[in-house]
């Protein structure tokens, strides 16, 4: 089994270059995933470059949440789902035969549309819930508080809830949940992080808190976030991958996506004439 | 709203329609109403007769004194309510870890064909006839052993348990959240861990109610036990020996010719039915406990 944890050494230094130029986080080449006999991701072929938000923005149905879910294999849980082509992590590829998903989820964390606290566990437990899984980091009770403490402070609700630790996860709000299903992810110390319309059932204050988090955390990973809200896109993005039908219609500089669209479909899309 | 309701009157005969369809509604809920009624009757009826008959013969000393024989006054059920209990201990032991395990494999395999034949039999199963169960455990449970005991008894009425278990189990944790078994997968949980860690731990309360209803259902099981423990006039815990258990009890005291046999066959009754409807609504608080403690 490949050990992505040497992979974490590589990520950090920002001016990595090889020959091709800066090492990118994540690239795909030639991706197509498929439901059944759906084929909902098309030849997409995108660089992810590292710590730098990408925003990937799309009409409903276009294959951007599936897109997403590849790169943390995801995808493959769906019963009938297989993906064609290739995913590099930092250079590595996570579709190869000797990738543990299970691993390789450790290292790309993923937070979803709706808040997914586990209900039987503290606020605490489910911050620490994805290090308990991790059979080689045997952690102290101590070393794993302090852990929960970085993540919630992260994630900006460590002020909120650090009087109550111990309480029920269902028992704050929605935004809170959210935050607190960022810091669980946090917690494991991911290269990548995605985020899966992370704001769309949250009201417009939970919303900037979250839209200010993710600003923040590129400073220390990488952030993919799906939207159908072109304003978060260009809120919190410095990178806007367009789909279309599963395709891949553009990915440019956000700043040059929004004022100078490359393509047609693009420009129709975000001055409103569809979607 | 106006449009609508100047539109009936503006109709001939519609008055009259209007009439005939609320004449049509208050018998039909009048109808439905009294079914409801006599549902019902039966268990207040029997309740109360139960309480009538039985309370005579209750008192302290007939959960705390052996059965008296025929003629002395006094005596108890002590030896068949912890004979009972002891069976049920024995059903949960053989029906929890097989209905839980069956009923997670149900819903984690939903659609497989192997599931849908599991679910079937459970239900064939859930539909036996009792009796056959106990002539079943009796060929292989008793028969080579050459004797009655509890062992066989509680093996019987714990297979009853699996397919009420299983299904329970399967719905329960069907209810919940695909979300959050994803949130589990996408943390690096392997897959077992994400069954009986996050998806088995969350459906527990609904498990926990499953699982007394079933252990009310089996504990008046009678036919199972009547070649399988079989009833013991003495006290006795031995588990591979045969066992009393209330049912059985008053089986024998209601087919007896004596009267003080019979109201401890009453008393017997009342202490049974209390004991299903105390596991009831221990049940139903569990529920309450779940649902309505704030979590969703």
Redesign the interface.
């Known amino acids: 089994m490949t050990d992505l944890a040497e992979l974490r050494n590589e990520a950090r230094p920002p001016t990595a270059v090889s020959s091709s130029g800066p090492v990118m986080a994540v690239q795909t080449m030639g991706l197509n995933a498929y439901f059944g006999d759906t084929h909902a991701v098309r030849d997409v072929t995108l660089d992810i470059p590292p710590n730098e938000v990408t925003a990937i923005i799309g009409p409903s149905g276009c294959g951007k949440s599936t897109l997403l879910r590849c790169l943390?294999r995801?995808h493959e849980?769906v019963?009938r789902a297989r993906v064609e082509g290739s995913v590099l992590l930092h250079e590595q590829d996570i579709y190869a035969d000797d990738v543990d998903p299970?691993?390789l989820?450790?290292h790309v964390?993923?937070v979803?549309q709706?808040p997914?606290p586990?209900?039987?566990m503290s606020i605490r437990d489910n911050v620490a819930?994805?290090l308990c899984?991790?059979p080689e980091r045997a952690l102290s009770r101590r070393q794993v508080d302090e852990v929960v403490e970085r993540a919630l402070c992260e994630a900006a609700l460590w002020d909120e809830v650090k009087d109550r630790l111990r309480t029920?996860a269902?028992?704050i709000s929605g935004g809170q949940q959210q935050r607190l299903?960022i810091a669980?992810?946090l917690a494991?110390s991911p290269h990548v992080l995605l985020l899966d319309e992370p704001t769309a059932s949250l009201d417009p204050m939970s919303t900037q808190k979250i839209e200010e988090l993710v600003y923040e955390l590129r400073r220390t990973m990488t952030v993919v976030i799906v939207t159908h809200n072109m304003q978060q896109a260009a809120r919190v993005s410095d990178r806007t991958v367009f789909m279309l039908s599963g395709e891949m219609v553009e990915a440019a500089p956000t700043r040059d996506m929004f004022t100078t669209p490359g393509d047609p479909r693009t420009e129709a899309y975000i001055t409103g004439r569809f979607g | 709203m106006s449009v609508a309701l100047s539109s009936t009157g503006r109709q001939g005969g519609s008055t009259k329609r209007l009439m005939r369809r609320r004449i049509a509604s208050v018998v039909m809920v009048s109808l439905t109403c009294v079914a409801a009624a006599i549902a019902v009757v039966p268990l207040i009826a029997i309740l109360g007769y139960l309480l009538r008959k039985g309370a005579a013969s209750l008192s302290l000393s007939f959960f705390t004194h052996m059965p008296a024989p025929v003629g002395e006054p006094g005596g108890g059920m002590a030896n068949a309510i912890i004979g009972t209990l002891v069976l049920i201990g024995i059903a949960a032991t053989v029906g929890l870890p097989v209905g839980i395990g069956a009923g997670l494999y149900l819903a984690e395999q939903r659609g497989s064909r192997l599931a849908n034949l599991v679910r079937y039999l459970a239900d064939v199963l859930n539909g036996l006839p009792s009796i056959v169960m106990g002539i079943f455990a009796w060929e292989f449970l008793v028969r080579p052993f050459g004797h009655f005991s509890a062992l066989a008894g509680g093996a019987a009425i714990g297979a009853m348990m699996i397919p009420l278990v299983t299904r329970t189990t399967e719905e329960m944790v069907c209810t919940v959240p695909q979300s959050l078994r994803e949130a589990a997968l996408a943390l690096g949980y392997p897959r077992w861990r994400t069954s009986l860690q996050i998806v088995l731990r969350t459906a527990l309360g609904g498990i926990v109610t499953g699982v007394l209803v079933a252990v009310a259902r089996v504990a008046g099981e009678t036919a199972p036990l009547l070649f399988t423990a079989f009833g013991n006039q003495f006290w006795s815990l031995k588990l591979t020996q045969p066992i009393a258990a209330l049912p059985l009890q008053i089986y024998v005291y209601a087919n007896s010719a004596y009267d003080d046999w019979h109201a401890q066959a009453w008393a017997g009754a009342t202490v049974l039915i209390g004991l299903v409807l105390v596991i009831s609504v221990i049940a139903r608080l569990v529920t309450r406990a779940r649902f309505g403690g704030g979590h969703d």
Do not use: D, E, K, L
Request: with cysteine.
């Open positions: 943390n995801m849980t019963p299970i691993t989820r450790r964390g993923m979803f709706r997914t586990f209900p039987t819930a994805g899984v991790q029920s269902t028992g299903c669980r992810a494991t």
